[in-house]
């Protein structure tokens, strides 16, 4: 049932967003050079990596330096980046992800290797199920860029003190899943974004 329902919405989301979509496309392309696509190497379900899909919001190599994203105001950020990021438009492409079966829409969101290396062997659980487009962890840190930005070291506060709560959401989650939890999730995330 959630992976019919998967498909079904990612495809009514793709055609209908199909314009708006393009629009996009074309902002990021006069913005700045490179592809308007990026894709990033995470972890998902089972611990097997997959290609993620984002409309690209940085410039293009601003991954080789740190993964994390600390401000809003990151110098990486193109401008029209810093809008798609700030309404989530940027998440966009990963419906796509989503009919492939590599994603849901809701589920833990996929981490990149070098944390999921860190994960006790109870947080492993997280990868039994595919990985979201939302989650408890992303209504609860819709503004964790801003977070970061406040702390003196970002790299240690996301990996002591945010990861750690992440995952006990997201744990959560694989322990309470049903369509009516999704449901919920959903239309917090939408809620959270608006704010």
Not at 23 to 38: E, F, K, Q
Not at 146 to 169: G, R, V
Request: with cysteine; charged share 25%.
């Amino acid at each position: 049932m959630k992976r019919l329902f998967d498909i079904l919405f990612s495809l009514l989301v793709l055609i209908v967003g199909l314009p708006f979509g393009l629009l996009v496309v074309i902002c990021i392309a006069l913005d700045s050079r490179g592809n308007v696509i990026y894709k990033q190497k995470r972890v998902g379900r089972n611990n097997v990596d997959f290609l993620l899909y984002k409309f690209r919001t940085m410039c293009t190599d601003a991954d080789k330096g740190s993964q994390i994203t600390v401000s809003d105001h990151d110098s990486r950020i193109t401008r029209t980046g810093a809008f798609l990021r700030k309404y989530k438009i940027d998440e966009f492409p990963q419906f796509l992800n989503i009919l492939k079966g590599e994603m849901s829409i809701v589920g833990p969101r996929p981490e990149v290797r070098k944390y999921v290396e860190m994960y006790t062997p109870e947080q492993m659980r997280v990868l039994s199920v595919r990985p979201g487009l939302t989650d408890y962890a992303s209504i609860r840190y819709v503004n964790e860029n801003a977070l970061l930005a406040a702390s003196d070291n970002p790299e240690e506060t996301y990996i002591h003190e945010i990861m750690p709560d992440k995952l006990n959401l997201n744990l959560k989650y694989v322990d309470e899943q049903s369509l009516w939890v999704d449901m919920k999730i959903m239309w917090q995330t939408i809620m959270a974004i608006l704010r």
